[in-house]
């Protein structure tokens, strides 16, 4: 099969490395994970090298207009902050918008 890759996914039960194959354009081939030999047999070619972790920072103001009450008082347990489910969420919206124009203030 042409285009393929072997991916490094951890290690199996027995401590032995297994892969999962992509196409060159990022779609997996499948959702199982395989053997060195049986990758190495479907994609026909060597290992890729493993890729280290990537780190997203999460932006300072996250996007909280199209979030549900019980989302927007997740976020602000997140921050230390207990909100009122009771209250409307136009009212929990403004103590969110509050909170973060006040974070960037400081």
């Given at each position: 099969m042409a285009d393929l890759k072997m991916i490094p996914a951890g290690m199996d039960l027995n401590n032995n490395p297994v892969y999962k194959i992509c196409h060159s354009d990022g779609r997996w081939y499948d959702t199982a994970t395989y053997s060195k030999e049986k990758a190495e047999e479907?994609?026909?070619?060597?290992?890729?090298?493993?890729?280290?972790?990537?780190?997203?920072?999460?932006?300072?103001?996250p996007?909280?207009?199209?979030?549900?009450?019980?989302?927007?008082?997740?976020?602000?347990?997140?921050?230390?902050?207990?909100?009122?489910?009771?209250?409307?969420?136009?009212?929990?919206m403004e103590t969110v918008a509050n909170y973060f124009s006040e974070s960037k203030d400081e």
């Open positions: 479907i994609v026909g070619v060597e290992v890729i090298e493993q890729v280290e972790k990537v780190v997203v920072e999460k932006p300072t103001t996007n909280f207009k199209n979030m549900s009450k019980l989302e927007l008082e997740a976020l602000m347990r997140e921050h230390d902050i207990e909100l009122d489910r009771r209250k409307t969420k136009k009212e929990l």
